[in-house]
């Protein structure tokens, strides 16, 4: 009988062993096809995000140098007052438009959208090619490139949350703007030096905030109905904040090591 019992009881063990070994695989299978969607998912997603940024850029960047290199078209839109200030403050508006509404458009909409918004950008950044020379605005934008790449890329990597120093960064761009409208009236160039170091540093901050929260944005929403499409609605706005990140960087950047014409 004990012979039996311990033949019996070696059996179940074993089967049990063989049970748990193929479960745990069959789990760890699963679990890794899991992560392989996931992030094949989050890697087109990120990749339509950057490509509609890069999209921008060139529609701004054709833009503000077929205007800003005629000094006939700078004429035309700057000369006026009026056409000054809409040239100015129409993207503003634009983007407050573009982040109310983006969510209850179709994507194709959107899009449209926000290529429309960096033509309107490109013409009131056209001055640039007026004010400072064309190698000071190549080397302050391939700066921003690398800067603005290396930055993005620890947003999407590191494991750290970053949304605590999200909210701090928010708090230091309005700060910024208030440094902003005091140096308007002051004219100082200590106030100017400043201004234009924090501004590169709190945008460039921005940058990994902003990669960080597009790429969890998509990873909570993925899987909600209709998420990849919400998801890709969604995208657009990432662009766009990366977009003015990038901008921001860029203009800060040119101000604070550009050589004047």
Same mark, same amino acid.
């Given at each position: 009988?004990?012979?039996?019992?311990?033949?019996?009881?070696?059996?179940?063990?074993?089967?049990?062993?063989?049970?748990?070994?193929?479960?745990?695989?069959?789990?760890?299978?699963?679990?890794?096809?899991?992560?392989?969607?996931?992030?094949?998912?989050?890697?087109?997603?990120?990749?339509?995000?950057?490509?509609?940024?890069?999209?921008?850029?060139?529609?701004?960047?054709?833009?503000?140098?077929?205007?800003?290199?005629?000094?006939?078209?700078?004429?035309?839109?700057?000369?006026?007052?009026?056409?000054?200030?809409?040239?100015?403050?129409?993207?503003?508006?634009?983007?407050?438009?573009?982040?109310?509404?983006?969510?209850?458009?179709?994507?194709?909409?959107?899009?449209?959208?926000?290529?429309?918004?960096? &033509?309107?950008?490109?013409?009131?950044?056209?001055?640039?090619?007026?004010?400072?020379?064309?190698?000071?605005? &190549?080397?302050?934008?391939?700066?921003?490139?690398?800067?603005?790449?290396?930055?993005?890329?620890?947003?999407?990597?590191?494991?750290?949350?970053?949304?605590?120093?999200?909210?701090?960064?928010?708090?230091?761009?309005?700060?910024?703007?208030?440094?902003?409208?005091?140096?308007?009236?002051?004219?100082?160039?200590?106030?100017?030096?400043?201004?234009?170091?924090?501004?590169?540093?709190?945008?460039?901050?921005?940058?990994?905030?902003?990669?960080?929260?597009?790429?969890?944005?998509?990873?909570?929403?993925?899987? &909600?109905?209709?998420?990849?499409?919400?998801?890709?609605?969604?995208?657009?706005?990432?662009?766009?904040?990366?977009?003015?990140?990038?901008?921001?960087?860029?203009?800060?950047?040119?101000?604070?090591?550009?050589?004047?014409?």
């Amino acid at each position: 009988f004990i012979n039996k019992y311990d033949i019996n009881h070696s059996s179940i063990h074993n089967v049990k062993e063989i049970f748990m070994a193929e479960f745990e695989s069959i789990r760890s299978t699963t679990r890794s096809d899991s992560n392989i969607n996931i992030d094949s998912g989050l890697r087109a997603h990120m990749n339509k995000v950057y490509g509609l940024m890069a999209v921008a850029m060139v529609i701004t960047g054709l833009v503000a140098w077929s205007i800003g290199t005629s000094p006939q078209l700078v004429g035309a839109l700057f000369s006026n007052s009026i056409i000054s200030l809409i040239v100015m403050f129409a993207p503003l508006g634009f983007v407050f438009f573009l982040s109310a509404r983006v969510m209850k458009m179709s994507y194709s909409a959107g899009q449209l959208s926000f290529w429309l918004f960096s &033509a309107l950008m490109g013409l009131s950044l056209s001055t640039i090619f007026v004010v400072y020379t064309g190698a000071s605005i &190549a080397n302050a934008f391939f700066t921003t490139a690398i800067a603005f790449g290396a930055m993005s890329l620890f947003g999407y990597t590191t494991k750290k949350d970053l949304s605590g120093m999200g909210r701090f960064l928010f708090m230091g761009v309005i700060g910024l703007i208030v440094a902003m409208i005091i140096n308007w009236f002051t004219q100082s160039p200590g106030l100017e030096f400043a201004i234009n170091v924090l501004g590169v540093l709190i945008f460039a901050g921005l940058t990994a905030y902003d990669t960080q929260n597009i790429k969890n944005t998509y990873l909570s929403i993925r899987n &909600a109905p209709n998420g990849e499409e919400i998801a890709a609605k969604a995208g657009i706005l990432g662009a766009l904040s990366l977009y003015i990140n990038f901008l921001n960087m860029f203009m800060f950047l040119l101000q604070f090591m550009g050589n004047r014409e």
